[in-house]
């Protein structure tokens, strides 16, 4: 229907984790000493991006590789 937004895709599963697939990092910031990415996830839009802590993104080693 006009102005609704397409249904969101599930996480993916992995190892027996349910994760979101990271579409593009978009920005970086240090936050109390620690490093955090703007994440933009696939299948979803720009609202619903999010900063996550480095550590979080250890499953889009080639996402972080192409922002740097």
């Known amino acids: 229907f006009p102005g ?7 996480p993916v599963k992995v190892e027996d984790e349910y994760h979101y697939e990271v579409d593009e ?8 000493g620690r ?10 839009e720009p609202e ?3 900063w996550k802590p480095q550590k ?9 590789q192409d922002f740097h």
Do not use: E, F, M
Request: charged fraction near 30%; aromatic fraction near 8%; glycine fraction near 2%.
């Open 4 to 10: 609704q937004r397409p249904s969101r895709p599930p």
């Open 25 to 32: 990092i978009l920005n970086s910031r240090i936050v109390r």
């Open 35 to 44: 490093l955090q990415y703007l994440v933009r996830w696939k299948g979803y």
């Open 48 to 50: 619903d991006d999010t």
């Open 56 to 64: 979080n993104l250890n499953r889009a080693p080639d996402k972080l």
